[in-house]
């Protein structure tokens, strides 16, 4: 088994990820994900993206790249 090359940082947060899908999964839904912004089918379908981006973004898994002082977690 290949070493891991994440730091202590990027292994806590990988944990912290996998913990909260596990816990967080949402239900499936009958409409596939969207590629793009135009796929969205139905209000159903926008409520239910809307919703789960809000709960990722409430667990800081939103812009986890950006520096916090450019609006990153």
Request: charged share 30%; glycine share 2%.
């Amino acid at each position: 088994m290949s070493e891991s090359r994440l730091n202590n940082e990027q292994q806590e947060f990988q944990e912290f990820c996998r913990r909260w899908l596990i816990e967080n999964r949402p239900e499936p839904t009958k409409t596939p994900l969207p590629q793009a912004a135009y796929e969205v089918v139905d209000e159903d379908h926008r409520i239910y993206l809307c919703d789960w981006q809000a709960k990722c973004y409430e667990a800081e898994l939103i812009a986890t790249d950006l520096p916090k002082e450019y609006g990153g977690h």
